[in-house]
């Protein structure tokens, strides 16, 4: 046998292990031959002879370890997430069909290729947002095995194989985490500070994930209500580290020609082009034959399908029992529908479900979470038909038979707390506490903190009390946090905490509480190391005016080099006229110093120095620096100095350029020097050529950008088009969300609020724009839509419409008791 190749990295010894033993006659009795070391295993191309393996102690024992590492090159692509493609009669394909390049996959679009390149040379995370069945997860295999066929990849079914990998010695690994919503759920959840460790020198780690949209949307929105918990902080904290490309759900005109040209030697492509109801990618992945497959099921087998997507996207994420999909069904059918149903109705329609399509998928596929082989645990859902049911769906409440199913069958407590939490934001308390009591049992902190919550909502003060002596001795390390979290804005609760050494608690004080009282809660807790306190005492020191107290304290920490205090000291220093110690600073190299220092020259009128100092640190990437720089150039006239900044690359000058050419009636030369750097991806140039191009009413460059997929240019063609009240194609192109609000203007301006109802309603849930315009219009029916979407704030919304017309004690039931099941309002006592 030929001696395998080597991996190098943490898991794999520089040079293959051999053992001899010579007999007597020369002869080799006890030999390995081929091995290789790859972390904890060993791979044998032969073994002569008796061989006696001795484990080191501490080694990790193989059921603990979780996956071990592959090359991606050897990676089964399938296994990583890549939909299994159709399958056509006739000769034999590739498992996989050829590969459309992405505009994603160029600079300029996105530039995936050279983000996955920077982030493997010096750590880093990279997040592909898009729908199911979009083409991401395909994306991302073949940039990753572009960039580093070679590294190893490691696919881990959980945050705690994540953590795992901190045991490790640094090497080059690329971790992937497809379905990146499957990793950040309940207090095991993965963490920003876990990602932080792994990705911290000397390690070279590349961290890959998908993400679907309404999970993106909803981590990343702004925490805007103070009294609310922050839900989803910690998801939030995590995706601030990742470089974000969005995969749109269509093919751009450019791809659609690459595709073709690929298709010649492809049928599948060929068959997939020839779609108009789907796009390529959707076709290749079997979604018209899973649409079709839900669209003609028999009322059983639907009632199975819409249960599971239900399960899905109310937070299910382990495999769904059987039992529990039957014990759900009902409700989900017509009482003749019921009447009807053969005795073996439930196995006909799991035989519907399961069925495979055109090869590459099923709309229910088995699955199993334990080790048991033969065994699965369940089905679990193809996701673009969760997508498409959910859609369908999702103004539509789940049966009473389906909440009761999931409190007596749905084993994992995670998904019984992300269960609890979904019914919870849709107002239905009643079902909510069960699932949420069984996660409690299971010894949930984040639970037990969201149980209590409830309970306080309901009145419940024993239910509360209850959850608060459980987290108050639960030895879960979170449970500080979490006791702290339940007892909200109860300042006196909360001090309370805090008088009892509750960490959490005294942080919170500091960053939520009275400054003199956080100052001096800092003042007493302050560790010598903990820099993060030392720049929040300087923050509130600076909020009650002494700025004196302040300084210093930012001064030791630019001193241990904190990097996030520099700028703060410099403007600081502006304020207070220190000029002296700016020009220290930034002759040591400080750029916040540079920029505040040129910037009270300038207001002092010594305008010439300030160039001096800005020009001095141009174009080395501090964007402040350039903007400043550029700015002064316009005020001063020199614009020959400008368009020559402008010409060698520097996108601020370049901006502050084609304005001035614009105002001297050159818009084509404004035009020609913004065009090669918003193509080269300079956002703020592509928002500012965009911008240019509709004041000067350019709409054939306009559009021709928007068609190539530039969002900025599409985003001023639906301003041009609404300024000239063309409603309906402008709403056709509004497709990226910062382009809602100006549609929604404009229809209510018109006197549509049907319109912008209806244009909202169609493309966000959560969208507090959508709730404002519903609540100021007294719209009940539509709020009441948007709590059964599971938007947490429309019931206070529709509370303020009841109360406003009068119907106090509706809106006090709605606030304090919820919904039922079937979305009434619960009898109030």
């Given amino acids: ?129 898009g729908g199911s069945s979009v083409g991401k997860t395909r994306s991302l295999y073949e940039a990753v095995l572009d960039r580093v066929p070679d590294w190893p990849l490691l696919h881990p079914a959980d945050a705690e194989q994540v953590e ?9 690994l690329v971790l992937w985490l497809d379905e990146l919503q499957n990793h950040l759920a309940g207090e095991h959840g993965l963490t920003a500070a876990t990602l932080r460790a792994l990705m911290a020198p000397p390690r070279q780690v590349l ?79 079997g979604a018209p034959q899973l649409v079709h497959r839900w669209e003609s099921a028999d009322p059983c087998a639907r009632a199975v399908l819409a249960a599971a997507a239900d399960l899905t996207v109310l937070g299910a994420r382990s495999a769904l029992p059987e039992a529990l999909l039957r014990s759900a069904v009902p409700g989900y059918c017509t009482p003749a529908e019921r009447a009807a149903a053969p005795a073996d109705w439930f196995e006909q329609a799991l035989a519907y479900v399961t069925r495979e399509l055109l090869g590459a998928t099923a709309p229910l596929r088995p699955a199993s979470d334990g080790q048991e082989m033969g065994r699965p645990d369940g089905y679990r859902m193809a996701d673009y038909l969760v997508q498409h049911i959910g859609r369908e769906r999702r103004a539509t409440p789940p049966p009473q038979s389906f909440w009761d199913a999931c409190a007596e069958h749905l084993r994992d407590p995670a998904d019984a707390r992300r269960l609890g939490t979904s019914a919870v934001a849709r107002q239905r308390f009643a079902v909510a506490v069960p699932l949420l009591r069984r996660a409690v049992e299971a010894g949930s902190a984040s639970a037990t ?60 004080l500091i960053e939520y509480g009275d400054p003199q009282l956080a100052i001096s809660l800092l003042i007493e807790e302050i560790e010598p190391g903990d820099l993060w306190s030392y720049k929040r005492l300087a923050e509130l020191f600076h909020d009650e005016g002494d700025d004196e107290r302040a300084i210093p304290i930012l001064e030791m920490l630019v001193e241990k080099e904190y990097d996030d205090a520099i700028s703060f000291l410099a403007e600081l220093l502006q304020r207070s006229g220190r000029l002296d110690r700016l020009w220290e600073l930034t002759d040591e190299g400080y750029f916040a110093a540079a920029y505040f220092l040129a910037d ?71 035009v020609a020097l913004l065009t090669p750097l918003a193509d080269a991806g300079e956002v703020y140039a592509a928002s500012s050529l965009a911008g240019l191009l509709r004041r000067t009413t350019d709409e054939a460059r306009l559009r021709a950008r928007a068609s190539a ?51 909202l309603m169609e493309r966000s849930d959560g969208d507090s724009r959508l709730r404002d315009l519903l609540r100021e219009h007294g719209r009940v029916d539509d709020l009441r839509i948007l709590i059964d979407r599971g938007d947490r704030f429309a019931a206070d919304a529709l509370a303020d419409v009841l109360a406003a017309q009068g119907k106090e004690a509706e809106a006090r039931s709605l606030r304090t008791r919820g919904l039922t099941s079937d979305g009434h309002l619960t009898d109030t006592p």
């Avoid at 269509?250 to 779609?275: H, K, M, Y």
């Avoid at 109860?490 to 919170?508: C, K």
């Avoid at 001063?636 to 009636?665: I, K």
């Fill in 1 to 129: 046998m030929a001696e395998p190749d080597r991996i190098s990295g943490p898991f794999a010894s520089a040079e293959p292990r051999r053992s001899t033993a010579p007999a007597d006659d020369g002869t080799v009795t006890n030999r390995l031959t081929g091995t290789v070391i790859g972390g904890h295993s060993l791979q044998i191309g032969k073994v002569v002879g008796d061989v006696l393996v001795v484990t080191p102690s501490g080694a990790v024992p193989r059921a603990s370890r979780g996956p071990e590492p592959i090359r991606v090159r050897d990676a089964d692509p399938f296994r990583l997430g890549v939909h299994r493609p159709i399958r056509l009669t006739g000769p034999a394909t590739p498992p996989l069909p050829g590969y459309v390049p992405r505009d994603l996959d160029v600079p300029g679009h996105g530039g995936l290729r050279e983000l996955i390149g920077r982030a493997a040379d010096r750590s880093g995370f990279v997040l592909l947002v």
């Fill in 164 to 172: 795992r990998l901190l045991e490790l010695p640094p090497g080059p």
């Fill in 207 to 285: 961290v890959v994930a998908t993400l679907w949209p309404g999970y993106y949307d909803a981590y990343t929105a702004p925490h805007t209500s103070p009294k609310e918990d922050d839900r989803y902080r910690t998801e939030r904290d995590l995706l601030k580290l990742a470089e974000v490309v969005h995969v749109p759900t269509g093919l751009t005109a450019a791809e659609r020609e690459r595709a073709r040209q690929i298709a010649v030697t492809d049928e599948r492509l060929r068959t997939a082009l020839a779609s108009t109801d789907f796009g390529l990618t959707q076709v290749i992945a």
């Fill in 449 to 508: 903190q969201e149980l209590g919550t409830l309970f306080r909502t309901m009145g419940d003060q024993l239910g509360a009390e209850e959850m608060a002596h459980l987290l108050s001795t639960s030895e879960h390390p979170d449970a500080p946090l979490y006791r702290t979290v339940l007892a909200g804005w109860d300042f006196e609760e909360i001090l309370d905490l805090a008088e009892a050494g509750n960490e959490y608690a005294v942080s919170h």
């Fill in 600 to 670: 009270a020259l300038h207001e002092k009128g010594r305008t010439d120095e300030a160039l001096d100092v800005l020009e001095e640190f141009a174009g080395e990437g501090y964007r402040d620096i350039d903007s400043l720089l550029a700015r002064l150039l316009v005020e001063r006239g020199d614009f020959d100095a400008l368009l020559e900044r402008a010409e060698d690359g520097d996108v601020d000058a370049a901006v502050e350029a084609a304005e001035w050419l614009r105002s001297r009636g050159e818009a084509d030369r404004a």
């Fill in 709 to 759: 997929g530039d969002e900025w240019a599409a985003r001023e063609l639906v301003r041009l088009l609404l300024a000239r009240g063309e409603f309906d194609e402008a709403i056709r192109h509004g497709t990226d969300s910062r382009t809602h609000s100006d549609i929604v203007d404009a229809l209510v301006a018109h006197g549509d609020v049907d319109g912008a109802v209806r244009f």
